[in-house]
């Protein structure tokens, strides 16, 4: 069954660090996603992308954070400077319609900033 | 916003036991999806019922929706410890929204 991929699963960094979260989607999806959960809360959404360019965008998502899909493949969420309120799960989510599919989401990947 | 909200926040039951979470959001939607997380771990969809649609199916899951309360349940019947997990559901519009979640237990 096609999956959504996530790497690294876990990265430690330094405040003001940039980092660099890596997603390959599933093949045939057209709508990508990336979601944040600090430990114990709720799933935010940070920002949506399509036809290569970012379709919405949330509040928490500001000039630090930045989406890139470089190729045919690859789905990159990168911030420049790490916060220690940064530290989170990062999930990648696509699909394959708008509004009426369900999301398919990768596993994750842990941020710590120390 | 098209948040939905889950009720109750933590959910403990009995292994056979039916638990019973419920969901309410605030727009119209076209459509309303549940969610499970294992700790730690990624989402996984479960169910999406359709605004024209008021029950379904999907093995032991029952979900509900109401469009007049702007309500929806989701009922998993016979519980088993695997079904240990936090359950979300989510309104589309153009993102999926995800309310604060139901932490179930269900003890062997």
């Known amino acids: 069954e096609p999956e959504v991929t996530q790497t690294p699963s876990h990265q430690v960094t330094q405040m003001g660090q940039e980092v660099i979260l890596r997603c390959v989607p599933i093949?045939?999806?057209?709508?990508f996603y990336w979601y944040r959960q600090i430990l114990g809360q709720k799933v935010e959404f940070l920002v949506s992308?399509?036809?290569?360019?970012?379709?919405?965008k949330s509040e928490i998502f500001d000039d630090q954070f930045s989406v890139e899909r470089p190729d045919g493949s690859n789905f990159t969420l990168k911030i420049r400077s790490t916060k220690l309120e940064d530290s989170a799960m990062y999930f990648c989510a696509s699909a394959g319609q708008l509004n009426t599919g369900e999301l398919f989401f990768g596993e994750g990947s842990r941020l710590t900033v120390l | 916003s098209q948040q939905g909200e889950e009720d109750p926040q933590a959910l403990s039951i009995q292994e056979g036991e039916n638990a019973t979470m419920n969901c309410s959001y605030k727009t119209s939607i076209n459509n309303l999806q549940w969610y499970r997380q294992n700790s730690g771990r990624g989402l996984v969809h479960l169910i999406l019922?359709?605004?024209?649609?008021r029950e379904k199916h999907s093995g032991r899951l029952r979900v509900t929706l109401d469009t007049s309360k702007k309500s929806s349940s989701l009922l998993i019947t016979a519980s088993r410890a695997a079904d240990t997990a936090s359950y979300f559901c989510a309104t589309p519009v153009d993102k999926l929204i995800f309310g604060t979640g139901t932490r179930l237990q269900v003890f062997p």
């Open positions: 019922i359709r605004s024209n649609e």
């Open positions: 093949s045939n999806h057209l709508y």
């Open positions: 992308f399509y036809n290569n360019e970012i379709s919405e």
